[in-house]
């Protein structure tokens, strides 16, 4: 199918390809915070991008992490592309992840998808108290460990356990306790922890799972994932639990479906909330150390470290459901990152927050089965968060920039192809788009966004949605074996429908 930027399909392209699924510091540590606890995404266009599905792509498949239900939950495997016809804004990520092109689960390479289940060895025959905690600690990790939000990936319901609730593991000690030098990862890790939050999602229909945020302000609005939140955002249950135990209920203000993000706000916020001080990631490099939070599989108040792998990473990541697509020009990180992460603070070595966890690159799966970080974990940068995050506050819906063509979602073209017809046979470059007013038409290739080169209209999408619109950016493209560049003034696109 064909993803406009500005949310249209077209009706005769191929799956569009997957991308890679897959955690900043307060100043004063709040004292009374909570205890802690991936949908169709809009078609971009060239200002707004339309998607159609490709057929696979070089670029790594990024699948966003699902909530953890509160039976041990068992993940849904991605369904099969769908007809640019029938499917909705964004298009369904394909099969395979961009980024994992010949690499399917059935090439016996590795498939972008949620992690596997935790395996949980026997617990040491003990007697007395520690024989008593070890069997504590095993069940808890069978019953709350196997699921986690870390990316798009989707859970199943609960399989009719009369369980409720998710079932995670805190970590034991007071954060507020730790005597550490600042600057080393204990310091950040005691300053930052009081300040992240576990959230519970459990939907209407009993679905739901685990995923984190952190607080973004005093007024106690929370930053996390969309697809963390998605399961019960109209008729749900939706709790944020602080490192120190405390629990509070939450309601959704605003997400964006397309980048990914959602904004919640505390229903009754503690005093002395601390927000995370946010970095600037714009000026991250490669190599530079950074530190994920997260409740990884359930295992709330987890740290893991690591460093900056790439950037600018092309990630298009889906629920696995065929419901919606993000796109985001990522940050590559080694840190150890799973089903739970996702939401989580990415943050410097200084504590700032660079990024939101979103989507992580895994090994191939078996039946429910999937495997969990391999060192491949993609974050939301946190200017482009930051800028979706304030929009969501102010006017509860997202806005995305637009070039006002339809684009092919296929990895195979050398650039971003500006389809023949856009939605429904509408045009693929409607007049007085920004595209139409800059000369642009079906079958132009771009293969330029400012200086970054442009591979697929995934990686196009991305570039696009890290600007505002009104922004003016340089394309580059190609007609009948000539290369040309114009200057495209953005245009906008309200809410993901």
Known sequence: MSTENEGNEGTAAEAAPSVPSAPPV?????????????????????????????????????????????AAPQYAPPPAPQSAADAGWPPPPPAVPAYAHGHGAQGGGPAWGPPGQLQTPDAPRKRGAGGLVAAVVVAALVAGGVGGALGFWAADSNNGSDSAGSTTVSASGTPQDLKRDPGTVAGVAAKALPSVVTIDAQGGDGEGGTGTGFVYDKEGHILTNNHVVASAADSGQLTATFSNGKKYDAEVVGRAQGYDVAVLKLKNPPQGLTPLPLGNSDQVAVGDSTIAIGAPFGLSNTVTTGIISAKNRPVASGDGSGGSNSYMSALQTDASINPGNSGGPLLSSGGAVIGINSAIQSTGSTGQSQAGSIGLGFAIPINQA????QQLIKTGQPVYPVIGATVTMDDKTGGAVISDQGAGG?????????????????????????????????????????????????????????????????GERKGDS
Do not use: C
Not at 386 to 389: E, L, M, R, T, Y
Not at 428 to 452: E, Q
């Open 426 to 490: 509408t045009e693929a470059v409607p007049k007085d788009s920004p595209a139409a007013r800059a000369g642009l038409r079906a079958g132009d290739v771009i293969t330029k966004f400012n200086d970054t080169v442009v591979d697929s209209g995934p990686t196009l999408i991305g570039e696009i949605w890290t600007h505002k619109p009104g922004d003016k950016v340089k394309l580059t493209y190609k007609r009948d074996g000539k290369t040309s560049t114009v200057e495209v003034t953005l």
């Open 26 to 70: 307060p100043a004063d540590a709040p004292q009374g915070l909570p205890e802690s606890a991936p949908a169709a995404p809009p078609q971009p266009d060239a200002t707004a991008t339309q998607q159609q599905p490709a057929s696979s792509a070089q670029d790594p498949a990024t699948a966003p992490m699902a909530p953890v239900p509160a």
């Open 386 to 389: 930051k800028n979706v995050a």
